[in-house]
């Protein structure tokens, strides 16, 4: 079909679909008008009339021809089709020759007048019966008056004509006008489609459509929005066609990523070698995440992570370039181990990372402490770890992945030194308002080495939307928002949301008892009866995690139902943390004594309410406490993701449990079948866990395996599969855009 039929084609049916709708209704409103005119038409015939026609019917003699004749005068006017006169009895005492059989005389001395429409064959005739009375108001019948409306179907036609006139030439205009502006437009949409299929448009910044006619702004702009949506879209089948797991993300690096070169920064390291006391060397695996999802890759590519090496017997098994290759049984890459001085790992780790930034970020009403001194030792570490990094990279342009809180000045140094790199870093923990971040001194300084990055990652929306705000707010910078990108002093850094996950299948499940021996095993662990119901939190020692929150919660729930007592245990693992820092030293003194308090209020003789464990568990410990528990409850008063949920969902195959999550976790985004809280409302908190000790096995499991389904397909590689594909698709891009301007560049010297 040409293009002009295809605008001019629907534009002349909506018209004519206008048109079927409102011939009709003109048709409709023109006969009540000519009614109501016919109406008070006769309404005048009759005062006029009514004095002679009284005279002449009270006139004695036969007043039968003087009536007619009079009759005759008054029916010269062509509309009148006829006239006739009842007596006081209702009788038809004269009438014309045409007037009809079908009207009849009124017999009542009701209304004084009477109008209606009688259809006949030969067509409408409008009738109106008016009273006549004498001078002194004595009646002397009815006169009645036939109109004939032949005249009103003519003008119905005609009406009916001039409207189908009229919307034919509205037609007929806006399709020209339209076909005009689509041929003149139609040049330059084809020219921009021809770039789009080209990829042209792609390698263009958003500021070069400013320089397009203000006409055609718009256009560029939604053609751009359309592409990205169109690309968004394509990875999201393409990621949801695939089985996320090791193998997918060495398939990207195979396919995408051929042969590029991958560097990883952590603070943690994933191997650490200590020496035991029979001066035994053992090599240690953290039990991570992190980890989990990022060995694959660095695995595939026989690449470098690089790390600091915490461990007593690091320096014993490093060579002299302090680099070891992992795993110990296949090695398949190095670590690149990086030492600290104790008074670096004070002031960089415990004093500005974890005395600084994390209280900053996470908002749980503890104060941030920042030293000078701290945020020097800061500073020279993320400096000497971008040194480190320029010099393992084997080429210019590598993909390094910086990991956490601890680095974020380090992107802007390595930038100073590989300018070609490629880097994403990932913020694992929250990112606060621009309000609670303004406090920082270094807040420049921190933004800016942070937009180092190729790409800035975050567990949430919401907290890319606080970082948009935040170097909105304190830096001269370019946000587009629509984009996702900032751009401060060189190339743009892309944010996006990559939620964390956890490995799937968990490696810790595979090895585990059926449900109900893991729940009998525990409960003799802990001297429990086997009809108590257990509850279960494991996390850090740490104030964000609302242990203290959560204690009070069991308290509330003791106190309203009082069937509990001796009923429910809480089972709290918290494993040490930081203790060197004072802050951390009295929340551990305020949980015993706050569970010292309520087991002594509720409890009895083989009994506690709160079983409280200030130690380390290893991954299959703690996947047989998830697997025992009735419920877990996630208290955390702000955290970034929260995997402890995700865990306690991933152990549970037999699908029961309920799982009472904080509000102020990104994991809350996600698994929205669990029972979502605010920690700091200690009633709504005891409620849900008096709900989920009260919930149906069916409702358990309608829930948990929702739950189940999305922590499986939104897993840990996913998360890491996800930022390798938008690397891949930065440097494609990155080198067509080379090669376009090495191309311009031999044309004009051509």
């Not at 040409?2 to 001019?8: K, T």
Request: aromatic share 8%; glycine share 6%; charged share 25%.
């Amino acid at each position: 079909m040409p293009l002009s039929l295809r605008f001019v084609v629907p534009l002349a049916l909506a018209l004519a679909a206008i048109a079927y709708a409102v011939v009709p209704l003109v048709d409709r409103l023109t006969f009540q008008w000519f009614v109501r005119d016919l109406d008070t038409r006769g309404a005048v015939i009759a005062k006029t009339a009514q004095e002679p026609l009284a005279e002449l019917v009270s006139d004695n003699d036969d007043p039968r021809e003087k009536v007619l004749r009079y009759f005759e005068r008054i029916i010269q006017d062509q509309r009148i089709y006829a006239l006739g006169y009842c007596d006081r009895a209702g009788r038809l005492a004269h009438a014309t020759t045409a007037f009809p059989e079908a009207v009849r005389c009124s017999t009542s001395e009701g209304a004084e007048e009477r109008n209606w429409v009688l259809q006949l064959e030969d067509g409408p005739l409008h009738v109106s019966a008016n009273r006549i009375a004498g001078a002194e108001g004595d009646s002397y019948g009815e006169l009645i008056i036939v109109h004939d409306m032949s005249v009103l179907q003519r003008r119905s036609a005609d009406t009916k004509k001039y409207v189908l006139y009229l919307f034919a030439a509205i037609a007929t205009v806006v399709a020209l006008i339209t076909v005009i502006i689509a041929e003149i437009s139609w040049r330059g949409w084809v020219a921009g489609m021809k770039a789009l299929v080209k990829g042209e448009t792609l390698l263009r910044s958003p500021v070069g459509w400013k320089s397009a006619s203000p006409e055609l702004r718009p256009i560029a702009r939604d053609l751009q929005a359309l592409v990205l949506e169109l690309e968004s879209d394509r990875r999201t089948r393409d990621e949801s066609q695939t089985s996320w797991g090791p193998d997918a993300l060495r398939r990207i690096l195979r396919q995408d990523l051929k042969g590029d070169e991958v560097l990883i920064v952590s603070n943690r390291e994933p191997y650490i070698h200590t020496r035991r006391k029979d001066n035994v060397i053992e090599i240690q695996r953290p039990a991570s995440g992190l980890v989990t999802a990022l060995e694959p890759i660095v695995r595939a590519t026989s690449g470098t992570w690089i790390a600091h090496g915490a461990g007593n017997a690091d320096r014993d098994t490093v060579d002299k370039h302090d680099h070891v290759m992992v795993p110990p049984e296949h090695p398949a890459y190095r670590i690149r181990r990086v030492w600290l001085s104790k008074e670096e790992e004070q002031g960089y780790y415990f004093g500005f990372a974890n005395e600084g930034l994390w209280p900053l970020c996470h908002i749980a009403h503890t104060r941030p402490t920042f030293r000078a001194q701290d945020w020097e030792h800061y500073r020279n570490v993320n400096q000497r770890f971008a040194d480190i990094v320029a010099d393992e990279a084997r080429t210019d342009d590598p993909i390094i992945l910086v990991q956490d809180y601890h680095f974020a000045l380090l992107p802007r140094m390595v930038r100073e030194r590989l300018p070609r790199a490629t880097i994403i870093t990932f913020w694992h923990i929250p990112w606060p308002n621009p309000e609670a971040f303004g406090i920082l001194p270094w807040r420049e300084e921190v933004l800016e080495g942070m937009l180092g990055s190729s790409i800035l990652g975050f567990h949430t929306q919401f907290h890319c939307n606080n970082f948009f705000d935040t170097v909105d707010r304190f830096l001269e910078a370019r946000v587009d928002r629509e984009t996702f990108t900032i751009s401060h002093g060189g190339d743009p850094t892309e944010v996006r949301r990559y939620p964390i996950s956890i490995e799937w299948p968990p490696a810790a499940l595979q090895l585990q008892a059926p449900v109900p021996e893991c729940r009998n095993h525990v409960r003799d662990r802990l001297g429990l009866e086997r009809n108590v119901k257990l509850g279960v939190g494991v996390d850090r020692l740490d104030y964000t995690k609302g242990i203290l929150e959560r204690f009070m919660a069991i308290e509330r729930l003791l106190e309203l139902e009082p069937r509990w007592v001796g009923q429910f245990s809480f089972l709290q693992v918290a494993a040490p943390s930081r203790s060197s820092i004072d802050e951390y030293q009295n929340l551990e003194a305020r949980v015993r004594a706050l569970a010292a308090r309520i087991n002594q209020r509720f409890g009895a003789p083989g009994y506690r309410p709160i079983i409280l464990r200030i130690e380390h568990h290893d991954a299959a410990q703690v996947y047989e406490m998830y697997r025992a528990a009735e419920l877990c409850y996630v208290s955390s008063l702000h955290d970034g993701m929260n995997l402890v949920a995700k865990e306690y969902v991933a152990a549970r195959d037999d699908e029961q449990g309920v799982l009472i999550l904080s509000q102020f976790t990104g994991a809350a985004r996600e698994l929205s079948e669990s029972l979502i809280v605010n920690p700091y409302d200690i009633e709504q908190s005891a409620a849900a866990m008096h709900l989920a000790l009260t919930m149906s096995p069916d409702e358990q499991r309608a829930r948990m395996r929702s739950m189940r389904t999305l922590v499986q397909e939104f897993n840990v590689f996913r998360w890491a599969g996800r930022m390798l594909l938008d690397a891949a698709r930065m440097r494609h891009r990155r080198r067509v855009q080379s090669r376009a301007r090495a191309a311009r560049r031999r044309a004009g010297t051509g």
